[in-house]
């Protein structure tokens, strides 16, 4: 624990180097980058060790002379720890170019500052002990990650962004806090351990009060709506190290929770396997129906979320009905593909803050031949989509395969047990066709064909500091692929703190996945091979160059490309009514019309019904309270003196 609390504090140390050298501004970048990787590296050694054994290392210290602070290093702690520690150096290091205005040096150091205490809150969340602390790092981590959205404060859509973020983060807080204090009061005890021994019937309300939060943080249907609108406003790198890493603390908590209940009722199972399914479909499809990028991204979030849901509620029944195999690989999928989408999807985000940085618009109808122009970023974006597509052979892929083998495994079952299965199965293949739909739309509008707007056609390849770590993290995600073994063993090491888990033998798990992996080189091995004939081939060929097919047109334009939406609106119009599409069309009502305009526009149910049913019907009962609110400093003391008489009459 020695060494994992000195991580956290060279961490910190980068922080504050920040906030006292801001006027320095690449010293500033420079040293905050060097302590944060130091302090990520070192805690990456102590997270390794502990992985590795069997030894859970605790620490605890007073806090205000009244609580106690409980903090501990297990393998589920562990596992969760690794992507904050390989991501957040790579997201510091993008934003060395990637913030390079040095008139608003005082705003980038406070961005890092904010960073900082993002990645130590999180850590601090991984491995919370007790209730006092859990609740105090989940706080610091929602707080730190509000000022970070709010970075670019000074437009009008940021801070709309921020206050729905804020507000849906505090609301399921207090869910939670709900949850916690439900606990305490039939266990009498802090201690996280102690919520074994409540009556099963109070296991069930605490579990559900605190998926509200933590369903809340990770992007769960219909939780998510703060999520598109949070992504787009934050620095790229942010949403990267939000999406990849921080909503994976959402996850922590449900798989955390579940195993300190010591629960195996069948209904947790259920209900996290349906909100998986429905997630992971309905993500896609919004994604589908966006054309900003980030937005996209964004709502892919809600997808893959709901794919380690979906591996998650397997693992979960397979416990209820004692299927130890249909359990094990159930979770061992759900967490690795926690961690493979640490891995490629801020390597995404990565990619379109280049876009941005290089066009200044993250619009996918706006851009267009950008591979020509910004080769590396888009050979990154191509490897991130392959991989989130669950294609072979990325590490996307090995992920779902695990936990489409714990679902046909589950088969065996009867009755509605037999019907979910069923279903998730279904899910799955959807969610992996519909994701592959979405990410050719948005690579093959955004880096192919010809640029769609004079932004795009002046594109350029950003710097060095921005493309490294989508290299890294590019050949992260191929090598998981090729060879998944020692990360699937990695997976199934973080599954022993859940101690209702029986796994299975690492033999059996070990022949799946060297399957894979030996499939997986045999493919690359061909498609080189490939690659390296043709070029024997025409070595000494002629190669012409010509225009493609016009279609009749003997001059076609850039505006004669697909669009967005020409491109997937017939797959979002099938999901309807799950999905609302608004169109808006002029029309043509003369012999010779004059501009004609055409729009549509794909609009969020969750956050519709939300706006419609709860938001303005609250703000307009709000409103008939108005009167309260006169301006008399004699009443509001009146107001103070009534409320504190009638809690006295009530203790």
């Known amino acids: 624990m020695d060494i994992f609390l000195l991580s956290l504090s060279v961490v910190c140390a980068g922080g504050l180097f920040a906030l006292s050298t801001y006027r320095l ?49 297990d393998a589920l702690s562990a596992f969760f ?22 008139a608003d040096s005082g705003r980038v150091a406070v961005n890092f500052f904010f960073l900082t205490l993002l990645i130590v809150s999180m850590a601090l969340v991984a491995t919370a002990d007790n209730i006092i602390s859990f609740a105090l790092s989940w706080e610091i981590m929602s707080l730190s990650s509000f000022f970070l959205v709010m970075h670019d404060y000074q437009k009008k859509e940021t801070r709309q962004a921020g206050y729905i973020y804020i507000l849906f983060t505090q609301a399921g807080a207090m869910f939670l806090f709900a949850a916690l204090a439900l ?19 109070i296991k069930v309300v605490v579990f559900f009060l605190a998926l509200v939060c933590f369903g809340s943080k990770a992007g769960v249907f219909p939780l998510h709506t703060w999520l598109p609108h949070a992504h787009p406003a934050a620095p790229s790198a942010i949403s990267g190290v939000m999406s990849g890493v921080m909503i994976k603390m959402g996850i922590y908590g449900i798989i955390r929770l579940y195993g300190v209940l010591g629960a195996t009722d069948i209904i947790f199972g259920q209900v996290i396997l349906v909100l998986g399914m429905i997630s992971g479909v309905l993500g896609v499809v919004y994604a589908l129906g966006k054309q900003d990028l980030k937005k996209i991204l964004a709502y892919s979030s809600v997808e893959n979320i709901g794919i380690i849901l979906i591996g998650a509620g397997i693992g979960m029944i397979g416990i209820a009905v004692g299927d130890m195999v249909m359990a094990s690989f159930g979770f061992a999928g759900s967490l690795l593909h926690v961690f493979n989408h640490s891995l490629f999807k801020p390597l995404l985000f990565f990619g379109a803050g280049s876009v941005l940085h290089g066009t200044g618009t993250k619009n996918v109808d706006q851009l267009g031949g950008l591979v020509k122009r910004m080769t590396t970023t888009g050979k990154g974006f191509l490897f991130g989509s392959l991989a989130i597509s669950g294609l072979p052979p990325f590490n996307g892929f090995v992920s779902e395969f695990l936990i489409y083998f714990g679902a046909f495994h589950g088969l065996t079952q009867k009755g509605a047990t037999f019907i ?15 994701a592959i739909s979405c990410f050719s739309r948005v690579f093959g509008l955004a880096f192919l064909g010809e640029p769609r707007s004079p932004e795009a056609a002046k594109a350029h390849e950003t710097d060095f ?3 490294f770590p989508m290299v890294v993290l590019s050949a992260v995600c191929l090598l998981i692929g090729l060879f998944p073994d020692p990360f699937v063993q990695m997976a199934m090491l973080g599954l022993k703190s859940i101690t209702s888990l029986n796994l299975v033998e690492t033999s059996a798990v070990a ?51 697909y669009t967005g939406t020409s491109y997937g609106m017939s797959i979002v119009e099938f999901f309807r009514p799950f999905v609302q599409v608004r169109t808006y069309y002029s029309g043509i009502s003369k012999i010779f019309p004059g501009r004609t305009t055409y729009e549509s526009r794909v609009d969020d149910i969750a956050e519709i019904t939300l706006v419609d049913r709860i938001v303005t019907p609250f703000v307009f009962l ?11 400093i004699q009443l509001y003391i009146s107001y103070i003196i009534v409320t504190i008489i009638v809690l006295l009459l009530f203790m």
């Open 183 to 201: 606990a305490y009061s039939y266990t009498g005890s802090f201690a996280l351990s102690s919520f074994a021994t409540m009556p099963a019937s």
């Open 511 to 561: 022949v799946v996945t060297q399957n894979l992996g030996f499939a997986a080189r045999i493919f690359v091995g061909v498609f080189l091979f490939t690659v390296v004939l043709r070029k024997i081939f025409y070595r000494q060929k002629e190669i012409g160059s010509g225009g493609t097919w016009g279609c009749g047109f003997t001059q076609p334009t850039v505006r004669m490309q």
């Open 420 to 434: 979910l299965i069923m279903l998730a199965i279904i899910s799955l293949a959807f969610i992996g066709g519909l």
């Open 81 to 102: 720890l690794i992507p904050i520690f390989a991501v957040c150096p790579l997201a510091a290091l993008y934003n060395f170019h990637y913030m390079d205005k040095a």
């Open 622 to 632: 709000l409103g008939k309270f108005r009167w309260i609110q006169h301006g008399h």
């Open 25 to 73: 501004f690449r010293l500033m970048k420079a040293g905050y980058i060097a302590l944060t990787l130091a302090g990520c590296l070192i805690g990456l050694y102590a997270v390794a060790t502990t992985l590795q054994s069997d030894e859970v290392v605790t620490f605890s210290g007073s806090w205000l002379h009244l609580f106690t602070l409980s903090f501990s290093l």
């Open 465 to 467: 500091s921005m493309t």
